[in-house]
């Protein structure tokens, strides 16, 4: 698609660790959280950076049923962990179930923080 790409360099920076830098797509069809949900939740651009070993990234762009604000990492060696801060957003014809996802603000987002083990 348009403006996907994944660029995974090997410059090295000066202690030679190799860096990843990118954004890529991700349309999401079926998204289950819990075994509760099981729905198409939309498109979302994820912007990538870092190592081999810890990848951040952010959510410059997300449309659908559910939408997502917020970064987080993804820690690929062991102990591997995945955390995300930020806010989901449920459409009103979205699934109840997307709709019980955090604390819900008085703005209608949802507040989630996920720090876990994969």
Do not use: C, Y
């Amino acid at each position: 698609g348009s403006g996907e790409s994944l660029t995974i360099g090997f410059r090295g920076n000066a202690d030679g660790v190799s860096r990843i830098d990118g954004t890529m797509g991700l349309q999401v069809e079926n998204f289950v959280l819990g075994g509760v949900v099981n729905a198409a939740v939309g498109s979302h651009e994820i912007a990538l950076q870092g190592t081999t070993t810890t990848v951040n990234f952010s959510i410059p762009r997300s449309i659908g049923a559910l939408k997502l604000e917020g970064a987080g990492s993804l820690t690929l060696a062991s102990p591997r962990r995945f955390t995300f801060s930020g806010f989901a957003t449920a459409a009103n014809e979205a699934p109840a179930s997307l709709k019980q996802l955090g604390a819900t603000l008085p703005d209608g987002r949802q507040r989630l923080e996920i720090n876990s083990p994969w």
